[in-house]
């Protein structure tokens, strides 16, 4: 079955111990893309990546991080996380070349920082 | 990429027509308009995509301005199920990036 799985689906944390969700699609899709979401401001784009060994800032990258050393997967990694950083997050992916394509979404991943 | 605009919230009573606009005036003659739902805090679901034709598909109709400066979204026959906050993006070839602006999107309340 055609999917995006993102790990863990739901996690709480405190300040500053490092965590990583990760974000794996088996469509051998090109375009990868992370992205946010907060009451009342909708979805807002963490980073994205263009294809293998290319990732590029979106609106909010402060306080992220990700690779994409391979196709499949883009971790998205919180360094030393911080309450503001509380949301649901949600990675996709979309065939083609750039950006184009249809998106498809992972489930998302409920994080709580203390 | 282009922008859009989109009303933050409309009603429609169950079994009849929703049309849910969007306006992207700054597109680009190769940009498509995509549209997605959300329903709850799922991730969002794909509905359809147009470039200048209208499209049709089995969730919806996409109805695209000849200009290509605004777009409607229509649910021939609304159901209790299509209560969701429905996104309208442009994406295409004509970006070399891969940013994507969704905005708050349209929350459409089906009502009974």
């Known amino acids: 079955e055609a999917q995006v799985t993102q790990n863990p689906r739901y996690l709480i944390t405190v300040t500053g111990k490092k965590l990583t969700v990760t974000c794996s699609q088996n469509?051998?899709?090109?375009?990868m893309s992370w992205y946010r979401q907060d009451p009342g401001l909708g979805l807002r784009q963490i980073y994205y990546?263009?294809?293998?060994?290319?990732?590029d800032k979106g609106d909010v990258p402060e306080g992220y991080k990700v690779s994409r050393k391979e196709k499949r997967n883009f971790p998205l990694i919180l360094e030393s996380p911080s309450p503001n950083q509380t949301s649901l997050y949600f990675c996709?992916?979309?065939?083609?070349?750039?950006?184009?394509?249809?998106?498809?979404f992972g489930e998302g991943s409920r994080l709580t920082v203390l | 990429d282009a922008k859009t605009t989109q009303p933050p919230s409309m009603d429609c009573a169950e079994g009849r027509a929703a049309n849910l606009p969007c306006n992207h005036s700054t597109i680009s003659g190769n940009e498509y308009v995509y549209w997605y739902r959300q329903i709850h805090s799922q991730g969002p679901q794909y509905i359809i995509h147009?470039?200048?034709n209208n499209e049709t598909n089995e969730m919806a109709s996409l109805i695209i301005t000849e200009d290509r400066k605004s777009s409607t979204l229509i649910l021939p026959h609304a159901t209790l199920r299509d209560t969701a906050v429905y996104y309208c993006?442009?994406?295409?070839?004509?970006?070399?990036?891969?940013?994507?602006?969704f905005g708050q999107g349209t929350t459409l309340q089906v009502k009974p």
């Open positions: 993006i442009v994406r295409g070839l004509s970006s070399n990036t891969g940013k994507l602006i």
């Open positions: 147009g470039l200048k």
């Open positions: 469509m051998n899709h090109e375009y």
């Open positions: 996709a992916s979309s065939p083609g070349q750039g950006n184009t394509g249809e998106l498809f």
């Open positions: 990546s263009m294809n293998v060994e290319v990732t």
